[in-house]
């Protein structure tokens, strides 16, 4: 079983910055993969920002120079600071994992149970 724990979302004023932290536990082997969704009321949920295991890492257009994923491996824990926010950014933002839980298995995906990030106009 493994866990997704986020963290950081919240009320934010138009400009002003959020980071959201997701730290995985549980029976893994190796992340492959972690980033970031979000889904817009009325929307369907979309990449925000994804980074492999030694691969370049993919931003949506509406977000790249404004937000910046990283990951710590040792605490197998994905970041992502967002700033200069705007009102269309709102959102639940959902972290999401690629893992396996044994060196020659196969990958699973999990995503985490989402966080809420609000910017007010």
């Known amino acids: 079983q493994v866990q997704l724990v986020e963290s950081g979302g919240g009320l934010v004023q138009a400009g002003g910055s959020l980071r959201l932290s997701c730290a995985a536990s549980g029976s893994i082997f190796s992340i492959n993969g972690m980033g970031w969704y979000r889904q817009a009321p009325g929307k369907q949920r979309e990449l925000v920002a994804f980074?492999?295991?030694?691969?370049?890492?993919n931003y949506a257009d509406s977000v790249k120079g404004r937000f910046t994923i990283s990951r710590d491996d040792a605490k197998n824990t994905v970041y992502l600071q967002m700033n200069s926010l705007k009102p269309e950014d709102t959102a639940v933002y959902y972290c999401?994992?690629?893992?396996?839980?044994?060196?020659?298995?196969?990958?699973?995906?999990?995503w985490g149970r989402g966080t809420q990030v609000t910017v007010s106009s």
């Open positions: 980074i492999p295991s030694g691969g370049s890492t």
């Open positions: 999401n994992t690629i893992y396996r839980v044994s060196r020659y298995g196969p990958e699973y995906n999990y």
